[in-house]
Nanobody, 120 residues
Framework: QVQLVESGGGLVQPGGSLRLSCAAS????????MDWYRQAPGKERELVAR???????YYADSVKGRFTISSDNAKNTVFLQMNSLKLEDTAVYYC??????????????WGQGTQVTVSS
């Protein structure tokens, strides 16, 4: 069974930094996409950053220049380096992945979420 396990959330002051990690474990064929979503209270879940198997990346406009997504393919792990954090970055951050459990079967998997709170 495939699982995504996140770590790295916490409380940080405005302007500070945090690094989130998400590791995929279990038996699977390959990972197509890994990304980070976030959901703030009263708001819809939104895509923050994405990295594909070809290493191409996408960032939401709100985090461009501040957040960096990267991956360690050997460890099936994705990272989100968050710098210059703002109050509005406060949210629960979810790791998501599109994983091929078999060559022809592509499924979505979600982590349990990790809280990021930016506060003075």
């Amino acid at each position: 069974q495939v699982q995504l396990v996140e770590s790295g959330g916490g409380l940080v002051q405005p302007g500070g930094s945090l690094r989130l990690s998400c590791a995929a474990s279990g038996s699977f064929f390959s990972i197509s996409v890994m990304d980070w979503y976030r959901q703030a209270p009263g708001k819809e879940r939104e895509l923050v950053a994405r990295i594909r198997s070809d290493s191409s990346t996408y960032y939401a406009d709100s985090v461009k220049g501040r957040f960096t997504i990267s991956s360690d393919n050997a460890k099936n792990t994705v990272f989100l380096q968050m710098n210059s954090l703002k109050l509005e970055d406060t949210a629960v951050y979810y790791c998501h992945a599109e994983i091929r459990t078999m060559p022809t079967y592509l499924y979505d998997f979600w982590g349990q979420g990790t809280q990021v709170t930016v506060s003075s």
